[in-house]
C-alpha cells in the first residue's frame, strides 16, 4: 500500500491520472475508501489524490490518538501535496473534509488552485447550525459512554438517517466503524466541528480566500448544512452555490464538480 511521512505519521494514499492535481480530503468519520470510485472519475480531469486522514483506517497508528487538532489535518495535507511534488491543487472536501480544506486554503494559499467544498463543516458561521452541531456532538458522547464502538454508528444514523445507513455495503459499514477512535479524538481536539472548542471564522477571515470555489448543496440533506453553505457562498468572493439531489454524501465526481474543475484547469 502506497504510504508518505509526514508530520511524524505514515498517511495512506492513491493517485492516477495526470494533469492538475485534484487532492480529495475526506469526511468524520471516512476514509479514502468512500472516494474510490470518484477518484477513478477525477483521474479523468487530472491527477487524482486521494488519502486517509492522521489516525483514519489505513493511516491509523498502532495505538490510537489520544486528541486530533484542525490544524494538524491542515499541516498533513499540505506536507503531503509537498511531498508528492502536486500543487497547486484543486481541493475537494466533503463535510469535515471541507472544514479542513477550506483551512488549507487560508493558510497555504500557494498550495490551493481552486476549491470544492461538499457541505463543509463550518458550523460555527450559523448561529442555528452551530447549535445543531453542539447537540449533535452531546447525542453521540452519551453513546459512545454507553458504548465507544459505536460512536461512528451513532453519528452517522443521526447525520444520514437509518436507512442511509442500513443500506450501505458491508465494507463500508466496517470502514467507517474503525474509524471510530478517530473520531473521539477529534471531539476530544481543537477546531473540528464536533470539538469541544470548534473554529470560527470572521467575515475578513472568509473574504480573504481568493480562490475560486465551488459549494456544493444536497436536496435532501441537513438544514444546517444548507444554512452554513448559504452564508459561505456569500462570504468567500469567488464561490458559486450549486444544488444536487441527494444527501449529505454528495459524489465527488458529481458533473458540476467535474466542470469547476475543467474550467479553472484550462
Not at 157 to 164: H, P, T
Request: hydrophobic share 45%.
Amino acid at each position: 500500500m502506497p504510504r508518505v511521512r509526514v508530520n511524524g505519521v505514515d498517511l495512506y494514499f492513491e493517485e492516477q491520472g495526470e494533469g492538475v492535481p485534484v487532492l480529495g480530503i475526506h469526511g468524520t468519520p471516512s476514509s479514502a475508501l468512500a472516494w474510490v470510485a470518484a477518484a477513478r472519475e477525477l483521474a479523468k480531469h487530472g491527477r487524482s489524490i486521494i488519502y486517509d486522514r492522521r489516525g483514519f483506517f489505513r493511516s491509523a497508528p498502532a495505538t490510537p490518538f489520544t486528541s486530533l487538532d484542525l490544524l494538524e489535518h491542515v499541516d498533513d495535507a499540505a506536507a503531503l501535496l509537498a511531498a508528492l511534488h502536486a500543487g497547486p491543487a484543486v481541493v475537494i472536501g466533503r463535510s469535515t473534509g471541507g472544514q479542513i480544506a477550506l483551512e488549507l486554503a487560508r493558510h497555504f494559499p500557494d498550495k490551493v488552485k481552486g476549491l470544492v467544498l461538499l457541505e463543509p463543516a463550518l458550523f460555527t458561521i450559523d448561529p442555528k447550525a452551530n447549535a445543531w452541531a453542539a447537540d449533535l456532538r452531546k447525542r453521540v458522547l452519551r453513546r459512545a459512554a454507553e458504548n465507544p464502538a459505536a460512536a461512528a454508528e451513532a453519528l452517522l444514523r443521526d447525520i444520514l438517517g437509518d436507512d442511509v445507513w442500513e443500506s450501505l455495503p458491508d465494507k463500508l459499514k466496517g470502514m467507517f466503524l474503525d474509524t471510530g477512535p478517530a473520531l473521539l479524538a477529534e471531539m476530544k481536539g481543537r477546531g473540528l466541528d464536533l470539538s469541544q472548542e470548534p473554529a470560527t471564522w470572521t467575515e475578513a477571515e472568509l473574504a480573504a480566500i481568493s480562490c475560486p470555489a465551488l459549494i456544493v448543496s444536497g436536496e435532501d440533506s441537513l438544514e444546517a448544512c444548507r444554512l452554513v453553505n448559504v452564508r459561505l457562498a456569500a462570504a468567500l468572493p469567488q464561490a458559486e452555490a450549486v444544488l444536487v439531489r441527494g444527501g449529505h454524501l454528495i459524489d465527488p465526481s458529481h458533473p458540476d464538480v467535474l466542470s469547476f474543475i475543467d474550467r479553472i484547469s484550462a
